[in-house]
């Protein structure tokens, strides 16, 4: 059967999502959020039913808002892709895996293990970190790899047609850590292109601001990989802060906008998408700090007509579909 994509999204929030005790205005707002994910849906084009569901990173509030997305007669996950092993990006894999069971259960089918695409590293931090669902849940797809940044790895095995997911190897500081010695750099992390139907989207998160590469590619192995994300349909891109990627002489792992800009200048998106969304660093008082999806989207959009940069930048909500066809 030829199925038909688009990306649907699940979450667009940071790692910590509302911390209490904060006084500022996105601590304060009371609606559903969640770490940041996004499905690829395949449906049948005639009916429109449910063909095949790709989860891309399960942190906190992902499932609230599978279970709000889909039908639950049609509700399915075919494929889970890592992007790396930090907890907003995997703490619901128990919560993922025992649904996925019970709901076999409950339909009178066999469960199968969840087939899931990581890298090395972050294999050997699942298999410390969330040993019982990597036995009990997944089917885990190890590259056996710790390619540089600017890499493009092989693409996720995919058990549908009409589909092509490409990862591609990124630095994230805070992640490319070995497991087994927390001094060791071991690069651990990935973000995917997408690809279908003609239709492009790129899905760069988390990433810190030394990934030069995408600004100054100096192999022909980066330049492919920059051509790889130039021009695509939809960029959602980590964007953590307004200015701000060293906190008291650390690195947060993280974009800020201003990154965030000279990468869009380089690769010119027909849409940039912000995700990883936050600004708690930029501290109080300053652009960013407290600021809600909506004044984000409202002051990426100013920023973007003053740079006069490529195509429409905003925050993207939950729930929003992106058509790849
Ligand atoms: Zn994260
Ligand atoms: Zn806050
Ligand atoms: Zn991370």
């Not at 904060?22 to 849906?41: D, F, G, L, W």
């Not at 969840?114 to 590259?143: D, F, M, V």
């Not at 973000?191 to 990934?211: I, M, P, Q, R, Y």
Request: proline share 5%; aromatic share 10%.
């Amino acid at each position: 059967m030829i199925s038909r994509y688009r990306l649907v999204v699940n979450g667009s929030g940071h790692a910590f999502l509302r911390e209490f005790g904060c006084s500022c205005a996105r601590c304060r707002e009371r609606k559903h959020t969640a770490n940041t994910s996004v499905s690829i849906v395949g449906g049948d084009p005639r009916s429109g039913r449910l063909t095949w569901h790709a989860l891309v990173d399960v942190g906190l509030g992902v499932n609230t808002s599978l279970c709000n997305y889909f039908n639950p007669d049609e509700a399915r996950v075919d494929q889970l892709l890592l992007s790396h092993w930090h907890p907003d990006h995997t703490l619901e894999i128990n919560r993922l895996g025992e649904t996925a069971r019970r709901t076999a259960f409950r339909r009178g089918e066999k469960f199968t293990k969840i087939p899931t695409w990581c890298r090395n590293g972050t294999a050997r931090w699942l298999q410390k970190n969330h040993s019982y669902e990597w036995y009990r849940h997944l089917l885990p797809h190890n590259t056996n790899e710790a390619s540089h940044p600017g890499s493009i790895l092989d693409p996720v095995p995919l058990e549908t047609t009409g589909l092509k997911i490409t990862p591609v190897a990124v630095s994230h500081v805070t992640a490319d850590i070995d497991p087994a010695n927390f001094k060791d750099r071991l690069y651990c992390s990935a973000f995917f292109v997408v690809e279908a139907a003609g239709k492009k989207a790129v899905l760069l998160w988390d990433a810190d601001g030394s990934n030069d590469w995408i600004l100054a590619p100096d192999t022909p192995e980066q330049e492919d990989a920059v051509a790889l994300i130039s021009e695509a349909d939809y960029l959602f891109i980590d964007c953590f802060n307004w200015n701000t990627e060293e906190v008291r002489g650390f690195n947060t792992g993280h974009l800020s906008f201003s990154t965030v800009r000279k990468y869009a200048a380089a690769i010119s998106p027909r849409q940039t998408l912000l995700v990883h969304i936050s600004g708690h660093e930029d501290g109080k008082g300053n652009p960013g700090w407290g600021w809600t999806d909506e004044q984000w989207t409202v002051e990426a959009q100013k920023a973007w007509d003053a740079s006069k940069l490529p195509g429409s930048v905003r925050v993207p909500s939950i729930g929003e579909e992106f058509p790849l066809f």
